[in-house]
């Protein structure tokens, strides 16, 4: 069986640890039985870990399937350990591919928090929580026309470590700043139209991890300066994101590779639009099943979803086919 997750851009300045936004970059998972863990990977990381009991779609699928007789492969397209939410999207599609009736909880399980995880199994724009041990995710409304410049430096930077930068306490006025610019936030992503550069600012995270990736500060003003509408660091970074209008992304793409050469920072730049299908699972061996398809988990979103277009479309600003408004019931078993 085969399934296939999205990447993810988590936090988006002030939702940290809440909203995150399923992104047209994915990890595709095969398992089969087999006489013995086989273990391959195509794409980003390939090979580095391949017939490891230790790769993540391994522990997973051992993990679902109750065996480890299984040959999985991995392919992939979202960089590893750059804040694109590669673990929570592979063990999302690893969960699934292996028989599991629920991969969300599996994947919020493995990645410590279930924001990416929700992301790319309900797709769209999510707000996501834990409440009382179980997943809770509500797909919110989301312009499609929005698309994504994102840049990614070569350099890793761990979630972890990330974490450890942050304070354990936080002033009540930085816990109302912030809360303050997720409204403006939710509401600009529904409608770009209304979309302030303000609404991405953050006092619970971006500037404490700073001093982990200095050239950040420049590469975001840079991002601003090429037409973004907002800016902000994707997940725990170090790759950074500019939200654009879909006419803008190719200018902005443009002025992020040349900050990047400008600040000598390696890496490249993508432009990604919102995945609005989330997981989708192949159980019939479909060379063609991937190609635009409403998920077939029944779990997965009911927003009309295409939004268009793919990378190319070029829907109208304002209110649009991304619709959410859905809850999200999962009950937290693996």
Known sequence: MRARAPASSANLGPGFDTLAVALDQYVEVEVEKASRLIVRSEGENAGLSDDDPSHLAARVAIDVAGTDRLAITVRSEVPVGRGLGSSAALAAAAAAAAGSKDPLAVAAY??????????????????????????????????????????????????????LALPNEVTRESAAFNLSRMALLIAGLADSR??????????????????????????????????????????????????????????????????????????KVLLLGPDMHGLIIDRDGSDDFFRYRQPSWT????????????????????????????????????
């Open 110 to 163: 493995m990645d410590g928090h279930p924001d990416n995880a929700a992301a790319s199994v309900v797709g769209g724009l999510v707000a996501a929580a834990m409440v009382k041990g179980a997943v809770r995710v509500v797909r919110l409304t989301l312009d499609v026309s929005l698309v994504f410049v994102v840049i990614v430096p070569d350099a890793a930077l761990s979630t972890s470590k990330a974490r």
């Open 299 to 334: 779990g997965a979103g009911t927003g009309d979803g295409d939004g268009g277009k793919g990378r190319g479309g070029e829907p109208e600003a304002g209110p649009s086919s991304g619709r959410g408004g859905r809850l999200f019931d999962f009950d937290g078993d693996r």
């Open 194 to 267: 209304v979309l302030l550069k303000e609404a991405t600012e953050d006092r619970l995270h971006q500037d404490f991890r700073s001093p982990m990736f200095p050239a950040a500060p420049i590469l975001l003003s840079r991002l601003s300066a090429g037409g973004a509408l907002a800016t902000c660091w994707s997940g725990a970074g170090p790759s950074l994101l500019g939200i654009c209008r879909g006419a803008d992304g190719a200018k902005v793409k443009l002025a992020a590779e040349e900050a990047m050469e400008d600040t000598e920072v390696p890496g």
